[in-house]
């Protein structure tokens, strides 16, 4: 599954970070294999989404999350 | 004062680097205090805030660079922090002062090994130590030390906590040296062979990856490059993936989580803000609070500093002789001048709330929830910051475009964002809303507030309709993306929110000052002289008339036979289709040099064809009439197409210039022009001719 996936707070671990245009900026606001997800809430018609990387807030739009595979703990 | 004179010791120049949102900017006035000022980079024309402190009879100079999450730029403001950095000897750095967010140290300290791998001496202040004890997360600071094998100094910005300890450590930075992180790839190591510069290989490596993304690389490098090149974001996501594997390894020795699941205070205030009904109702609900404010908490120093340039208007005309100096500061400066700073409570409450927006970390979460409607309109829920902070001023919000990554994107919000009403329209529109509707202060809402607030939507759904032409029209080149970091709550520093009024108003008061002044004294000479002839003319007509109003008649044909009359007359034909005389013609001239002069102008002329000593410009405008149909001169259709005019027209020659700047190309300035005051002469003429 990926990051998109995800329900309103549902914890996961990040296991791949797909290869694409973003992949670099992904792994440097610390998306990177290993890592602590949990979904914190959606913007209004679902899109961005904001998850909790290890203790802060990241917004990512849906086609980003979808870059992100994750595993649910 | 005197401490500077007297200077033992040479000074250290050193620079501020950090992520965004770690209070970097905190710690920098923490440190520098009133000592700042903001000035252009060397050879550019992008801001740069720099600052001192002395220290043990050593002045030690610090510069401010943007945050950036890596030295891999993703946007323009990440892509001058690298630039100076790799510029580190031109730039005579003496040491880096890395702020990190001991909240979130794993990310931060990417950028960190980045940076103590480009060789300069490095020193860590690890910020924000209280919020750290609410997260339950505890930092052994003198493990982590040891593990970075560099000096990381515990702080906490805002309450000043270990300030004094890390100023000393600052004076021996120069000798810090700090451990390596770089393990290059073996094409790497090839292209850090061909590079003969003096330094690390990680700045080698950098020094030729920048000069590659910026097309900048020889030809004999840009083969050996080329071999490298397909694999060159792989190579970089490789190196950030051995990066985090060395730092997680350094964290996880080094600190302590007691607890993590908590629901922190942040995700409570965002469950509230950001909920899909209520957080759209609070954001609009803000807006409706900011506008009211502005006009009743602005009421009272305004009619002060009415009251206080109407007293100093008329003694100086009671005790000056009356010769041309006089007629010149009373009937040229002072109205002038009076006109505009009645705005200034106005602007400075409308500053003060968005740098309260700002600060506290609310205009990152309106970033968020509009993201989904932006890109719709060819934006990006970053876009929204630049719109919302052009409702003071266009200049720094298309300046603060700069952190959108996608070119664009960022064109398109640079094109728009001087449609949203600014600060200098502020006082068009009050004068305007003042004509249409009786200030009433026992009403529950101020109409005036309110129709001013209608100006702003107004401004903004025009911004996003031309948004969407310009995203038909434009051609994608790169993916656009959002990805955001929202940071935590804070309660605003009001130190630093004093410190960006104080600059801000600072430059109002004299920059806008000035213009204004030289116009008025311009307007004052163009309004009370003309050709000789026509005014010897004048004085014959009446030398036998004998009326009352034998003065205020003699004034107005003056007016009209002046040189600014004349001005006026001349594009007449062009604005009468919009409602405007000639009056209204001269004062749309003076505009183009700044739109708040509309009103200085405006009160200057009436008051060199008016005897009224009133300094109050509405009233004496609503008293105007046509000298040829006795109809008012500022009727409900006039008014209304001057707002609409005022809303609409690229009336900014600053605006233009940093148009310039950012886009580094003349055409989009011009488009810029040309698309906004067709835009606003169409729209005027359409809600004239509907009205009048």
Same mark, same amino acid.
């Given at each position: 599954?990926?990051?998109?996936?995800?329900?309103?707070?549902?914890?996961?671990?990040?296991?791949?970070?797909?290869?694409?245009?973003?992949?670099?900026?992904?792994?440097?606001?610390?998306?990177?294999?290993?890592?602590?997800?949990?979904?914190?809430?959606?913007?209004? !018609?679902?899109?961005?989404?904001?998850?909790?990387?290890?203790?802060?807030?990241?917004?990512?739009?849906?086609?980003?999350?979808?870059?992100?595979?994750?595993?649910?703990? | 004062?005197?401490?500077?004179?007297?200077?033992?010791?040479?000074?250290?120049?050193?620079?501020?680097?950090?992520?965004?949102?770690?209070?970097?900017?905190?710690?920098?006035?923490?440190?520098?205090?009133?000592?700042?000022? @903001?000035?252009?980079?060397?050879?550019?024309?992008?801001?740069?805030?720099?600052? #001192?402190?002395?220290?043990?009879?050593?002045?030690?100079?610090?510069?401010?660079?943007?945050? &950036?999450?890596?030295?891999?730029?993703?946007?323009?403001?990440?892509?001058?922090?690298?630039?100076?950095?790799?510029?580190?000897?031109?730039?005579?750095?003496?040491?880096?002062? #890395?702020?990190?967010?001991?909240?979130?140290?794993?990310?931060?300290?990417?950028?960190?090994?980045?940076?103590?791998?480009?060789?300069?001496? %490095? $020193?860590?202040?690890?910020?924000?130590?209280?919020?750290?004890?609410?997260?339950?997360?505890?930092?052994?600071?003198?493990?982590?030390?040891?593990?970075?094998?560099?000096?990381?100094?515990?702080?906490?910005?805002?309450?000043?906590?270990?300030?004094?300890?890390?100023?000393?450590?600052?004076?021996?930075?120069?000798?810090?040296?700090?451990?390596?992180?770089?393990?290059?790839?073996?094409?790497?190591?090839?292209?850090?062979?061909?590079?003969?510069?003096?330094?690390?290989?990680?700045?080698?490596?950098?020094? !030729?990856?920048?000069?590659?993304?910026?097309?900048?690389?020889?030809?004999?490098?840009?083969?050996?490059?080329?071999?490298?090149?397909?694999?060159?974001?792989?190579?970089?996501?490789?190196?950030?993936?051995?990066?985090?594997?060395? /730092?997680?390894?350094?964290?996880?020795?080094?600190?302590?989580?007691?607890?993590?699941?908590?629901?922190?205070?942040?995700?409570?205030?965002?469950?509230?803000?950001?909920?899909?009904?209520?957080?759209?109702?609070?954001?609009?609900?803000?807006?409706?609070?900011?506008?009211?404010?502005? !006009?009743?908490?602005?009421?009272?120093?305004?009619?002060?500093?009415?009251?206080?340039?109407?007293?100093? &208007?008329?003694?100086?005309?009671? &005790?000056?002789?009356?010769?041309?100096? *006089?007629?010149?500061?009373?009937?040229?400066?002072?109205?002038?001048?009076?006109?505009?700073?009645?705005?200034?409570?106005?602007?400075? /409450?409308?500053?003060?709330?968005?740098?309260?927006?700002?600060?506290?970390?609310?205009?990152?979460? @309106?970033?968020?929830?509009?993201?989904?409607?932006?890109?719709?309109?060819?934006?990006?829920?970053?876009?929204?910051?630049?719109?919302?902070?052009?409702?003071?001023?266009?200049?720094?919000?298309?300046?603060?475009?700069?952190?959108?990554?996608?070119?664009?994107?960022?064109? /398109?919000?640079?094109?728009?964002?001087?449609?949203?009403?600014?600060?200098?329209?502020?006082?068009?529109?009050?004068?305007?809303?003042?004509?249409?509707?009786?200030?009433?202060?026992?009403?529950?809402?101020?109409?005036?507030?309110?129709?001013?607030?209608?100006?702003?939507?107004?401004?903004?759904? @025009?911004?996003?309709?031309?948004?969407?032409? #310009?995203?038909?029209?434009?051609?994608?080149?790169?993916?656009? #993306?959002?990805?955001?970091?929202?940071?935590?709550?804070?309660?605003?520093?009001?130190?630093?929110?004093?410190?960006?009024?104080?600059?801000?108003?600072?430059?109002?008061?004299?920059?806008?000052?000035?213009?204004?002044?030289?116009?008025?004294?311009?307007?004052?000479? =163009?309004? *009370?002289?003309?050709?000789?002839?026509?005014?010897?003319?004048?004085?014959?007509?009446? *030398?036998?008339?004998?009326?009352?109003?034998?003065?205020?008649?003699?004034?107005?044909?003056?007016?009209?036979?002046?040189?600014?009359?004349?001005?006026?007359?001349?594009?007449?034909?062009?604005?009468?289709?919009?409602?405007?005389?000639?009056?209204?013609?001269?004062?749309?001239?003076?505009?183009?040099?700044?739109?708040?002069?509309?009103?200085?102008?405006?009160?200057?002329?009436?008051?060199?064809?008016?005897?009224?000593?009133?300094?109050?410009?509405?009233?004496?405008?609503?008293?105007?009439?046509?000298?040829?149909?006795?109809?008012?001169?500022?009727?409900?259709?006039?008014?209304?197409?001057? =707002?609409?005019?005022?809303?609409?027209?690229?009336?900014?020659?600053? %605006?233009?210039? @940093?148009?310039?700047?950012?886009?580094?190309?003349?055409?989009?300035?011009?488009?810029?022009?040309?698309?906004?005051?067709?835009?606003?002469? $169409?729209?005027?003429?359409?809600?004239?001719?509907?009205?009048?």
């Amino acid at each position: 599954m990926t990051a998109a996936d995800l329900k309103k707070g549902e914890k996961a671990v990040i296991t791949e970070v797909i290869y694409c245009d973003l992949q670099c900026k992904l792994l440097e606001m610390g998306c990177y294999c290993g890592k602590d997800i949990q979904m914190l809430f959606k913007a209004p !018609f679902g899109d961005p989404i904001a998850f909790d990387i290890d203790g802060y807030t990241l917004g990512l739009r849906k086609e980003e999350a979808l870059k992100l595979i994750v595993e649910l703990k | 004062m005197s401490n500077s004179n007297n200077l033992d010791e040479q000074p250290i120049h050193i620079v501020l680097v950090g992520n965004p949102n770690t209070g970097k900017t905190t710690l920098f006035n923490t440190l520098t205090g009133q000592n700042q000022k @903001v000035s252009n980079l060397p050879g550019t024309t992008i801001e740069e805030k720099k600052g #001192f402190f002395i220290e043990d009879s050593t002045k030690v100079n610090i510069t401010d660079l943007p945050g &950036t999450y890596s030295l891999y730029p993703n946007g323009e403001d990440e892509q001058i922090t690298t630039q100076f950095l790799l510029n580190h000897n031109a730039n005579a750095i003496d040491a880096i002062l #890395f702020v990190a967010d001991a909240s979130n140290l794993e990310r931060n300290l990417l950028l960190y090994t980045q940076i103590a791998d480009l060789g300069i001496p %490095t $020193l860590i202040a690890l910020n924000m130590l209280d919020m750290l004890e609410k997260k339950k997360i505890d930092i052994d600071v003198s493990q982590l030390s040891l593990s970075l094998q560099s000096l990381v100094n515990p702080i906490n910005a805002r309450s000043g906590k270990g300030i004094s300890q890390l100023k000393l450590a600052i004076l021996k930075s120069k000798m810090a040296v700090q451990r390596s992180f770089f393990a290059p790839t073996e094409e790497q190591n090839k292209l850090i062979a061909f590079n003969s510069e003096t330094g690390t290989p990680y700045y080698k490596w950098q020094s !030729f990856f920048s000069k590659f993304k910026s097309n900048e690389l020889d030809n004999e490098y840009l083969t050996i490059f080329k071999e490298i090149v397909p694999f060159s974001d792989k190579t970089i996501a490789d190196e950030t993936s051995n990066r985090f594997n060395i /730092i997680h390894e350094i964290v996880v020795e080094s600190t302590l989580k007691k607890e993590f699941n908590k629901k922190s205070i942040t995700q409570k205030i965002d469950s509230v803000l950001l909920h899909p009904i209520w957080g759209f109702l609070i954001f609009f609900g803000t807006l409706f609070v900011i506008f009211q404010s502005i !006009f009743r908490l602005a009421e009272f120093p305004k009619s002060w500093i009415e009251a206080l340039f109407t007293w100093l &208007t008329i003694s100086l005309k009671d &005790t000056l002789p009356d010769n041309t100096f *006089s007629q010149l500061l009373c009937d040229g400066i002072l109205p002038g001048l009076a006109g505009v700073m009645v705005f200034l409570p106005q602007i400075i /409450i409308l500053f003060f709330i968005l740098a309260l927006l700002e600060d506290s970390g609310y205009m990152t979460r @309106v970033s968020f929830i509009t993201d989904r409607l932006m890109r719709k309109f060819g934006l990006n829920g970053k876009s929204v910051i630049p719109l919302i902070g052009s409702m003071a001023c266009a200049i720094p919000s298309i300046m603060a475009t700069r952190n959108i990554e996608n070119k664009k994107d960022r064109l /398109i919000t640079i094109l728009v964002t001087p449609l949203m009403s600014c600060s200098a329209r502020l006082p068009v529109y009050t004068l305007l809303a003042g004509l249409l509707f009786i200030q009433n202060t026992s009403a529950l809402i101020d109409l005036r507030g309110l129709l001013i607030l209608a100006m702003y939507i107004i401004g903004f759904i @025009v911004a996003l309709l031309f948004a969407f032409i #310009f995203k038909l029209i434009l051609k994608q080149k790169q993916k656009s #993306f959002f990805v955001l970091e929202l940071p935590d709550y804070r309660l605003p520093k009001w130190r630093n929110i004093a410190i960006t009024l104080k600059l801000k108003t600072k430059d109002f008061v004299f920059n806008a000052g000035k213009i204004i002044l030289i116009v008025s004294v311009i307007l004052w000479f =163009l309004a *009370s002289h003309g050709p000789s002839e026509k005014f010897d003319a004048i004085a014959t007509k009446y *030398s036998t008339y004998n009326g009352v109003d034998k003065e205020l008649k003699i004034q107005s044909e003056k007016l009209e036979a002046s040189y600014a009359g004349m001005l006026g007359k001349s594009i007449e034909p062009a604005i009468q289709p919009l409602g405007y005389d000639w009056k209204i013609g001269i004062a749309l001239i003076t505009s183009f040099a700044a739109r708040e002069v509309f009103v200085g102008t405006i009160a200057t002329i009436y008051s060199v064809g008016n005897t009224d000593d009133k300094s109050v410009i509405s009233g004496t405008l609503a008293k105007q009439t046509n000298a040829q149909t006795g109809e008012k001169t500022y009727g409900i259709a006039v008014v209304l197409s001057l =707002l609409v005019f005022y809303a609409f027209a690229m009336q900014c020659i600053s %605006t233009l210039a @940093v148009t310039y700047r950012e886009t580094k190309s003349l055409k989009w300035p011009f488009v810029q022009f040309l698309y906004m005051s067709g835009f606003a002469y $169409l729209m005027s003429l359409i809600v004239f001719q509907t009205l009048k």
